[in-house]
């Protein structure tokens, strides 16, 4: 089927378009300059020593990337020539031209992926996935600008830290803003930690205690809340300060500060709530924000299932998604909670924040897609404002 393509080579306006894969945030603009040495950097405005410069514009949370004619030719990595698609049989795509063209259309690119890529039948550009994007243009993601060398730098000093930490690694999912919740959050906690440690707080005072919630439940309900916010140890802040930070950033911006603050609360009393339901240590106190943090765990891995981590296991690193690392997390907890009697971890508090972060998540992130719509020229059609 033939179909007409634009190839004037008059400069292309601005992209102000809903991602139309994931429909979560705007497409972003991105510098790319090539260097004297022939790599590719992004940079934040055009370098005049660079040999030329790409604006691609990308979405930050599924990671995918809009490529105008021609640019793929020099960015991209595949045999993929987009005017030459553009007169290929090609199926019609639910998702639109980010330049307002209306629908795209499908190509297989068989020996190349397994899944097919759009392009805009009037513009020719290509829209790729995040995973199509690595695979076909590796060199517009950052992992990919760096040399070899960077590289086995980068991750021998991971390899090193995991070695004595065990903590999983984000790859390449930096946060769009300042997350200033999250370290307003993680300040409170040292502060209270502090506080404690100097006599100045009794975390028993403020701790979740089954028994006496159920025995004085006017009087102990509040603990539901105020847990969340003491620790039992240096090790138990800065463990849970560890992993709200990474994986708190991102979703902070996703879901925006209001919302996150009622992710995160509302996750501790759910861990809290289900502790008490489920928990046989009546007697133990309980404080921490494990199941705040895993309400958060839960939001990041619906909304960042693909999003690379590393982690060290018996001294080989290993780079898998969040959705396999979150999922044997998920299923740890389920075998601790209801199959051992250590009871100096909280796994239903952890397991009921879980639970409501998964329940909250796609609620908020429908009310995302249609507040992105509003906001640009081009919405994406499954997402357009009605």
Not at 52 to 70: M, N, S
Not at 107 to 133: F, M, N, V, Y
Request: glycine content about 10%.
């Amino acid at each position: 089927m033939d179909r007409a393509v634009d190839t004037s080579d008059a400069p292309q306006a601005p992209v102000d378009a809903q991602c139309p894969a994931c429909g979560l945030h705007a497409l972003v603009p991105v510098t790319l300059a090539q260097l004297a040495n022939g790599r590719w950097r992004q940079v934040d405005e055009p370098d005049p020593t660079a040999a030329q410069h790409v604006v691609l514009d990308t979405c930050p949370v599924c990671f995918g990337a809009w490529f105008d004619r021609g640019e793929f030719d020099v960015l991209g990595d595949g045999a993929v020539d987009s005017v030459r698609l553009a007169g290929m049989e090609a199926r019609r795509s639910t998702r639109v031209c980010p330049r307002g063209h209306g629908p795209m259309y499908e190509h297989q690119l068989p020996g190349l992926l397994k899944t097919p890529i759009e392009c805009c039948s009037r513009c020719a550009g290509i829209w790729l996935d995040g995973e199509e994007r690595r695979k076909l243009a590796v060199r517009t993601t950052t992992e990919g600008q760096q040399a070899l060398k960077e590289k086995l730098v980068r991750r021998g000093v991971i390899w090193v830290a995991q070695i004595v930490t065990q903590l999983p690694v984000e790859v390449d999912n930096p946060a769009r803003g300042t997350p200033w919740l999250v370290y307003l959050l993680l300040g409170g906690f040292l502060l209270l930690f502090f506080a404690e440690v100097q006599g100045f707080l009794f975390y028993r005072d403020w701790a979740v205690i089954s028994g006496k919630i159920v025995r004085d439940y006017d009087d102990s309900v509040h603990t539901l809340v105020t847990h969340q916010f003491l620790h039992g140890s240096w090790y138990h802040v800065l463990f849970n300060a560890y992993f709200l930070y990474i994986f708190g950033d991102n979703i902070e911006h996703l879901f925006g500060r209001w919302r996150f603050a009622l992710l995160f609360i509302g996750a501790g009393v759910a861990g809290g709530a289900l502790h008490v339901l489920l928990s046989y240590a009546t007697a133990t106190p309980v404080v921490g924000a494990s199941g705040s943090i895993a309400g958060v765990m839960a939001a990041y891995l619906w909304s960042f299932p693909r999003a690379k981590l590393f982690q060290t296991i018996f001294f080989v690193q290993l780079k898998i998604p969040a959705w396999l690392y979150l999922g044997a997390w998920v299923g740890l907890q389920l075998v601790m909670g209801f199959f051992t009697t250590k009871v100096q971890f909280a796994w239903f508090a952890h397991l009921g924040g879980f639970v409501f972060g998964l329940l909250m998540t796609p609620l908020v992130l429908r009310a995302r897609r249609f507040e992105v719509g509003r906001e640009v020229r081009v919405p994406a059609a499954a997402y357009a404002p009605r």
